[in-house]
């Protein structure tokens, strides 16, 4: 599949590790949430996409993460 900002098929496939934190003064005090997604970059533009894991999904839906009640 080529990049979806400039069409090339120079795509290379990384792992990565991701801390998502919440936004905003309220939310300074809140653990990050800790993704590890397979991450698609292009080598052309540098455009890169992935798809966060279910588990983190939940977390950043819910607003908080793991350990924060």
Request: proline share 6%.
């Amino acid at each position: 599949m080529p990049c979806k900002s400039c069409g090339s098929e120079n795509l290379g496939k990384f792992t990565a590790e991701m801390a998502i934190h919440f936004s905003g003064l309220k939310n300074i005090n809140e653990p990050h949430v800790w993704v590890v997604p397979e991450l698609v970059v292009c080598l052309n533009c540098g455009f890169a996409e992935f798809v966060v894991p279910e588990t983190a999904l939940r977390l950043l839906g819910k607003g908080r993460a793991a350990g924060a009640e």
